[in-house]
């Protein structure tokens, strides 16, 4: 009997007196070196974040996916994340780059994107290459219409060699501090028109937040790194069905390695998605990324303890738990306030919604291989120009045409870039060069029109192109021919420079989302064009 009353009674008793006095001592405990009092205290945070949105304002036909309608919409992911700031104590909202691109941010030279996450509430946004669309300077005015800190802390003006932007920032909510750091990939900035970042340096990443990261230590419980780099994007609505095409994070993962400190990073621009944070196996650097343009909305749960040290507080993270959760546009309502903003600016552009032409398909897209929307295109500015050969890089097309009625929103969101038409002429040679670039995928397969290109991948690098006939004839290489192309090929962006040996031709100013309207608005219906241009021999 006594037995029985001490394990029932006295034990729970004695043990929780037990448990009281280890919570005082660690309570009180003293640092032996310092004699100053120490506590850890438990905190939880989410962070949610968003990469290259590229205004993918309305939701996405998940044709893909048998199970999901539609996917995104700028109004219904903002629905999405204030139920989380509704259910979550602690909420800080991010961006990793390129929220320009479409037809309403071309419009307005990116107003529109900015104005959503005005509403939104972000917290900070890192600078991607799609932000310099209209023009480094058009970005550096209009960026500072944000309430929020712009993040680019490797780029620099070239002459002055000055700061272009802010390198970081630190951001608090309810006793939590986050520094906040933005960098941009040295190869991120071959992915525009070269004279539209020109006049702006790009510094090695890793160099540059070093000190940074070394100084908001002590200052802050948690470093954010939000960085636009690596292997550019696929650009294929449906790249997260297809993981051959995804270009990774191993930029990412590099950075994580050599710069010790960095608690998270939130990427862009390769649009991989990483359902579960990747964890750096030496640093413990958390990393993720979405497939971009709205479809998921990055979220991490962190638990961290705090402990006050003589030179500012430690911080350990104990737990996560990341995930991109699906913006299922059907079950989500629309946010008022966002929908409400996006329909006045549609309003002041009732052109967008005239229809210009009739699809007998849908005509999609391919990052890799050759593809109908690819193909119409090249034909496109082939025909506009009279040359022998229409070039297209399928980098530039961002949105599939529709089955049925095609509006001029859609049209110009396919192809929602300020590029004129180019013209040139080129030798064989060069054109060899350029088809051999292509070939290394590194920026997608260049779409053609007037070619015939059998190749094989299994090859080297440079001996891909096995045979190559221009309308039926054998490409010579001292031969000359007539190219029409978009002017960031003639520029020799995205890689392309042996399009810079090519000799321009004196040629009408016009842009190419403008002949796209006159060819579409003309030719009334629009099926699939011809296919076998680009031949794989594999």
């Known amino acids: 009997m006594i037995q029985l009353f001490f394990s029932t009674v006295l034990q729970p008793v004695l043990m929780f007196s037990i448990w009281l006095v280890a919570i005082s001592i660690s309570g009180c405990a003293h640092s032996a070196a310092t004699g100053v009092p120490t506590s850890v205290e438990t905190k939880e945070v989410t962070l949610l974040f968003t990469n290259d949105f590229e205004s993918a304002f309305d939701p996405i ?13 700028i109004a219904h992911i903002a629905t999405l994340i204030d139920k989380i700031r509704a259910r979550e104590d602690v909420v800080f909202l991010f ?4 929220i320009f691109t479409g037809v309403l941010s071309k419009k307005t030279e990116g107003m529109v994107p900015m104005e959503m996450m005005i509403t939104m509430d972000y917290d900070a946004m890192a600078i991607g290459n799609h932000e310099f669309e209209y023009g480094w300077k058009s970005f550096a005015k209009t960026k500072d219409r944000l309430p929020f800190p712009v993040l680019g802390a ?5 002459e002055s060699g000055l700061p272009y932007a802010q390198a970081f920032t630190i951001v608090e909510r309810d006793g939590v501090r986050i520094g906040v750091i933005g960098i941009m990939g040295q190869d991120a900035g071959t992915a525009i028109i070269p004279s539209n970042i020109k006049g702006i340096d790009i510094r090695d990443p890793a160099e540059t937040i070093r000190p940074y990261i ?3 230590k002590p200052q802050v419980d948690l470093i954010v790194v939000l960085t636009h780099q690596g292997k550019t994007a696929p650009m294929q609505t449906d790249d997260e069905a297809h993981p051959e095409i995804q270009r990774g994070i191993e930029s990412e993962i590099q950075l994580a390695g050599a710069v010790p400190g960095i608690d998270v990073i939130f990427s862009g621009h390769a649009d991989s998605g990483t359902e579960s944070p990747y964890v750096h196996p030496r640093t413990g650097t958390l990393i993720m990324q979405t497939y971009g343009q709205g479809t998921r909305l990055g979220s991490l749960l962190l638990r961290f303890e705090r ?6 507080t430690s911080t350990k993270i104990t737990s996560h738990n990341g995930q991109l959760i699906p913006v299922v546009s059907n079950e989500l309502a629309a946010h008022p306030v966002v929908a409400e903003k996006l329909a006045a600016y549609k309003a002041q552009f009732p ?13 999609s897209r391919r990052y890799n291989e050759e593809s109908d929307l690819g193909n119409l295109y090249a034909d496109i500015i082939r025909a506009e120009a009279s040359a022998e050969i229409g070039l297209m ?7 599939d045409l529709p089955a049925g009625d095609v509006p001029l929103i859609d049209v110009i969101d396919s192809f929602p870039f300020t590029d004129r038409v180019a013209q040139l002429e080129m030798t064989g040679s060069q054109i060899l060069a350029v088809l051999e670039q292509s070939l290394t995928l590194e920026r997608g397969m260049l779409q053609v029109s007037g070619l015939k290109v059998k190749y094989t991948l299994s090859k080297p690098f440079g001996e891909r192109v096995q045979s190559v006939a221009v309308n039926g004839v054998k490409l010579k290489p001292d031969s000359r021919y007539h190219v029409s192309t978009v002017e960031i090929m003639a520029q020799g962006g995205d890689l392309y420079h042996a399009f ?14 403008d002949v796209l309207t006159r060819h579409l608005r003309n030719a009334g219906t629009v099926g699939l064009p011809p296919k076998g241009r680009l031949l794989s021999l594999d």
């Open 307 to 312: 402990t006050p040290g003589p030179v500012g």
């Open 154 to 158: 490797n780029l620099f003006y070239a």
């Open 214 to 216: 070394d100084m908001l």
């Open 500 to 513: 810079r040996e090519g000799k321009r031709i004196a040629s009408e100013d016009v842009k190419f989302s």
């Open 95 to 98: 961006d990793a780059g390129d």
């Open 351 to 363: 052109e967008l919604q005239e229809t210009l032409c009739f699809a007998e398909e849908r005509i």
């Open 393 to 399: 890089p399928s980098g530039a097309l961002r949105a």
């Open 61 to 73: 036909p998940a044709y893909w996916n048998p199970q999901v309608e539609n996917l995104g919409g």
